[in-house]
């Protein structure tokens, strides 16, 4: 293994994954720390943690377990993954993670970059933008669970870090990779090892990833591994052959969890063309007066692409969490959905799409996968992924995706037969 890469949530994973096979690195995504060694053929191993919404202390531990098991398969450089909206609050967890290990890797100098251009995130000046629109003012600040309050990521990342926080402009990276690892020595000599990068276009991704060449950590969104692979290739190391997909044939079912703006425009879109939708009421799961059997007997009675979908709308979000507590109802919807999922395989379902980072990640702890095949790109960021002989999946951030999201996951993921 070649490239080591510890992923905060799930779907953030496969969006990372989906990068590096459209670069052509042999990617496999492990759901927690795997116990057994990795395959030798594996280039790029995304261990894939439900970490950023957990305490500080746990998500550490975390991805430090995370750490020495793919420094054990031989990798030469570490990245860690978050969101490219940069999800975290002012405790942390990307700064404290990030911490711990650059400590364990003993790396003095480490860019933070979660700009990702195909999907409209784009940092300049250190602000980090969604579209045209500062990331405080685009729903994130919004987010039931890590409300972004600041665009400046300069800011956000210091309040969360004990180490100084540098800039490298988007003029150092117009002049190229030379330049920036330039500005990198420059902001370590000058105490800040931590430095946000500037990126509006893929072009600036590519030249931080030759910048970084060599270095032991890079942090940022999916988008900054666009650069990596072609430094392991300039030195003879990548197989010439990419992964071959194939998709599954069965029945397919759409789950989603997320209140964000994009999901909530896919599912009113699905609905809108007609296909089976049902609403979750979360109220109704806390009262125990709706079940996940109930919900995985009525999509196994429809037909097309059937949609079950807690998406509600901030407001409402926010009312439901005032009533029973922000934890009782999230934890509540990810065990309801991941007993859905597995009520829905036991059913013969062999394809599934769920949209949400926390949906997406309970539903692949509830049905027991431990490593996941990343295959062909569905919508940037989103790519089809085989978790097993019989099974394929689609797991979905929700800010990503196009509105056809659904249905066109679908398609990519196989036929009915």
Not at 99 to 114: K, S, T
Not at 308 to 324: F, G
Not at 382 to 393: F, K, S, T, Y
Request: proline residues 5%.
């Amino acid at each position: 293994m070649l490239l080591g890469c510890i992923g905060d949530d799930f779907t953030g994973s496969s969006d990372l994954g989906n990068t590096l096979v459209k670069a052509g690195m042999r990617t496999v995504q492990y759901s927690g720390t795997p116990t057994d060694p990795a395959d030798p053929d594996v280039e790029a191993g995304i261990v894939a943690l439900k970490s950023r919404s957990l305490p500080v202390e746990e998500a550490v531990r975390l991805s430090l377990e995370a750490l020495e098991w793919l420094q054990d398969q031989g990798c030469q450089q570490i990245l860690f993954k978050y969101c490219s909206t940069f999800d975290s609050t002012p405790e942390g967890n990307i700064g404290p993670v990030a911490e711990a290990l650059a400590r364990e890797l003993e790396a003095d100098r480490v860019i933070f970059c979660p700009a990702f251009p195909a999907t409209g995130r784009t940092i300049y000046q250190g602000y980090l933008f969604v579209g045209d629109k500062l990331l405080n003012e685009s729903g994130m600040e919004n987010h039931p669970l890590t409300p972004m309050t600041d665009a400046d990521l300069r800011r956000w990342l210091a309040i969360q870090s004990t180490v100084g926080v540098g800039h490298v402009n988007a003029a150092t990276i117009w002049q190229g990779a030379d330049a920036v690892r330039e500005r990198l020595d420059a902001e370590a000599d000058a105490g800040n090892p931590f430095v946000i990068c500037d990126a509006i276009r893929d072009d600036d991704l590519l030249t931080l990833g030759r910048a970084v060449d060599g270095l032991p950590l890079v942090t940022g969104g999916s988008g900054i591994a666009l650069g990596l692979p072609d430094n392991f290739r300039r030195q003879g190391l990548l197989s010439p052959e990419g992964p071959v997909w194939e998709g599954q044939v069965g029945r397919v079912v759409a789950l989603s969890g997320s209140c964000s703006r994009a999901t909530r425009g896919q599912v009113a879109h699905h609905i809108g063309l007609g296909q089976p939708a049902l609403e979750i009421d979360p109220r109704e799961i806390l009262a125990e007066t709706f079940s996940a059997i109930d919900a995985a007997e009525w999509a196994l009675g429809q037909d097309g692409v059937p949609l079950i979908y807690s998406s509600a709308d901030p407001k409402a979000v926010s009312a439901i969490q005032s009533e029973y507590g922000t934890e009782t109802v999230a934890h509540a919807l990810e065990d309801f959905f991941a007993d859905v999922a597995r009520y829905l395989v036991d059913g013969g379902v062999t394809r599934l799409i769920t949209a949400g980072g926390e949906t997406s990640g309970a539903v692949v702890e509830g049905l027991g996968i431990s490593q996941l095949e990343i295959g062909p790109e569905i919508d940037p960021g989103v790519p089809a992924i085989r978790a097993g002989e019989d099974l394929v999946l689609a797991l979905k951030s929700g800010n990503f995706g196009a509105r056809d999201f659904f249905d066109k996951a679908a398609r990519m993921l196989g036929d009915e037969g």
